[in-house]
Each structure stands twice: as C-alpha cells, then as structure tokens.
C-alpha cells in the first residue's frame, strides 16, 4: 500500500504577515448566514465582501451584514481579500477553491472539500506550488466537550482505546431545508454531509483511519419536499441514504459508524468509546459543546464536570434550547496559524484523509469489499481553554 503523506504549506519566508486578514464568502446560501454572524467573535478575521452566481443573493447579504458585494471575478482579484471562503454546493466546491488558489488567496472551505481524492490531491499541489494555504470545516471538533473528552484520553483515564461507535439518522434534510435537492444527489447524502463532523472528531481523539468497509442502501428512489418554498416537490434520490459502516483505525481500534436519512427515531448513542479503563460518552459532534459522561471499571456512568473551554459555553438559542455555536473557530485557527507562521488545525491533511474514508465508504458499498486508504494525516494540534481563548476577540 502507498501512503500519502499530506503536510501544511509553508508561509513564504517574504510575506509581511498582517494582524487581521480579509475574508472574502463565495456562495451567500444558508450557510453564509453562520460565518457572517459569528465572524466578529474571533481575532485575526475580517469579513469584507461577497459573492454569488446570483449577484441579487451577495447584495442581499452584504447589505445585511455592512460588506461588498461582487461579482465572483472581481471578488477573486480582490486585493483587500487574504481568504476565500468556499460556501458553495459540493459540486462546486473543487472548481471555486482551485480559481482561489489560481488568484493566489488561500481558501477555506466547507466541507466536504471535494469529491475525489484526485481533485484534493490536485488542489494540494497547487497550494503547495504557490506557497498558500487550504483549511476546511468542519471545526466543530475543536468545542469544549470534544477538547475535554481528548484531555481525558490523554491524560490516560480510558486507557487503551479499543473500539466505539457512532451514529447520525434523521429521516432527512426535505423536511426543514428551503433547497433540499442536492442532498440526494452524488456528492451529498448523509455520510459525505454529515460524516465529515464524525470522522474529523474521531480522528482529533484517536487518530487516522487503516481501512474501511460498509453496507449501503437507498430507502427510497424519491423525496417528497415538505419544506418551503418548494412543498409539494418530488427529488429523485441518485446517492445511498442509508450507510453502515466499519472503521479500523491505525492505532488498532475498531468503530463502527452508521448515516442514515431513513431512520424515523433511534436510541444509538452520538458517540461511544470504549477503553481498557473504561467508557466515554460524547455529544453530537454536529456542535461545540454538549455532556460529556464517563463510566470507570465499576460500570457507572456518571456526567464529568463541565471544563473551562470557551468554545463550550452556550451562546445561541435553538429548538432544543441553549447551544454553543462557534462555527468559524476553525478559520479564524488558520488565519491565526497564517499570522503565527504555525500549521492549522483544520488542515488539507485532515480534510482529504476525511474525503477518502467517506469515499472508500461508499464504494465498499457498491463493490461489497475492505478498502484500504492510501493517505494519513498527523491528529490536529489540542486546543485547550487558553489556546480556544486565544481566538476570541
């Protein structure tokens, strides 16, 4: 097996490294709506201007949130502009990070980065020719309770690691979001949309993935959107929605992993690990914060104490109450790590490891085998409360 071995691009020697760098959305959907408002929270960020396809959509959003809005050309020659964004759909996502990377910003992406390891890998060489970097989401893993429960393993109170489990079902995305269709299309679905929080989770407490292999289904062949604006609609479903999944990983440990969009309610647990010195007991990786239960070799679960980390506190109202959003942590750590000449922690190394398990997923599915991976990557650097703090503004 050949591995690749996948490292942050260097800063170039020459670059004047300023304080603050621009920040620069392509894709003003949904999504922009969480990095536009929760920018301001952290240092070393500015939001500057917009753009979209739709120059109606970037004006509607610059005029909500005091920036420029552009043209997807002018914003890419944009000289007040350090950092792309990439907010669009999957499908486009490769296309808009390597015209970034051509107009020499770097780029932060959300996830999945791409949908081939080749386009990655493509995108890799690129940055690293021109001495520029690439981040992507999620950055969720780096919340208080996903940093605590890291420190609990490292302070050895598990022990060995041996095995765990994860699991993410809904009945899908047609019920709540206002453009539903390009969940079910190649590309989306639930394990390269929502299996990026997991496996980048995973890896930040344990490691990288050996090998992989999966059982994957389709519930439907169509989705009935029940959503607004666009009820009534009927979405051919063209990608599995139901994905379970086996994960050896390097240190030897074994998970397994389920995504389903065809699940109307369950009792699986978010995330379990399972140590020679007991058990520990995760919140949903889909955000920052969340409690953290820990069973010792007497069986008993019993809450930990909540840490000292920022980005644990609750700060936004939900449905489901008071949550800890701090979505953005993530690029502001590159844009920090940019300024400090140090590497980041949502890394191209750690994306593309991400991309290729999901995608070996998926083709043991289809092909009914154990898919080796051919990348590695190193654990993301621990953000501890002092480091966390150091983000903030």
């Not at 929080?197 to 994957?216: D, E, F, K, Q």
């Not at 955000?287 to 069986?299: K, P």
Request: glycine letters at 10%; charged letters at 20%.
């Amino acid at each position: 097996m050949t591995t690749t071995v996948l490292h942050p691009a260097p800063s170039r020697p020459s670059e004047v490294r300023p304080a603050t760098l621009g920040l620069g959305i392509i894709g003003c959907g949904n999504i922009s709506v969480t990095y536009l408002s929760l920018a301001p929270l952290f240092r070393g960020i500015e939001m500057r201007a917009c753009a979209d396809l739709d120059l109606s959509a970037a004006q509607a959003r610059a005029a909500e949130y005091g920036i420029v809005a552009q043209s997807v050309e002018d914003l890419l020659g944009n000289p007040d502009i350090d950092i792309i964004v990439n907010l669009t759909i999957p499908d486009a996502h490769f296309a808009v990070s390597r015209a970034a990377l051509e107009a020499g910003k770097h780029v932060y992406s959300e996830k999945p980065l791409v949908l081939s390891l080749q386009e990655g890998l493509e995108l890799r060489a690129l940055a690293e020719a021109r001495g520029l970097r690439v981040g992507c989401a999620p950055d969720t893993f780096l919340g208080g309770a996903h940093q605590y429960a890291r420190h609990l393993i490292e302070e050895g109170r598990l022990g060995q690691v041996i095995a765990g489990g994860a699991a993410v079902m809904s009945h899908g995305m047609e019920h709540w979001h206002p453009n539903p269709a390009f969940f079910f299309q190649p590309g989306g679905g639930p394990i390269l949309d929502l299996g990026p929080y997991y496996l980048s989770n995973l890896v930040n407490l344990i490691g990288p993935v050996r090998r992989v292999a999966a059982l994957t289904s389709m519930g439907s062949p169509t989705r009935t959107v029940t959503s607004e604006p666009r009820r009534g609609e009927k979405i051919t479903v063209r990608t599995p929605t139901n994905i379970h999944a086996l994960l050896e990983f390097c240190n030897g440990a074994t998970f397994t992993l389920s995504a389903s969009w065809d699940v109307w309610a369950h009792r699986r647990v978010n995330t379990e690990l399972f140590g020679a010195e007991g058990s520990l007991f995760l919140p949903d990786p889909n955000f920052f914060g969340g409690l953290v239960e820990f069973a010792g070799t007497d069986g008993e679960i019993v809450p930990e104490p909540a840490w000292d980390h920022p980005f644990g506190i609750p700060n936004q109202e939900h449905a489901r109450g008071a949550m800890a959003n701090y979505r953005g942590a993530g690029l502001a750590d590159m844009a920090v790590a940019l300024i400090e000449g140090r590497p980041h922690r949502c890394s191209l190394d750690l994306a593309l490891h991400g991309i290729e398990v999901m995608m070996a997923i998926l083709a043991s599915g289809e092909e009914g085998r154990f898919v080796e991976m051919t990348t590695t990557c190193t654990q993301p650097a621990p953000l501890g409360p002092d480091e966390a703090r150091a983000l903030l503004a």
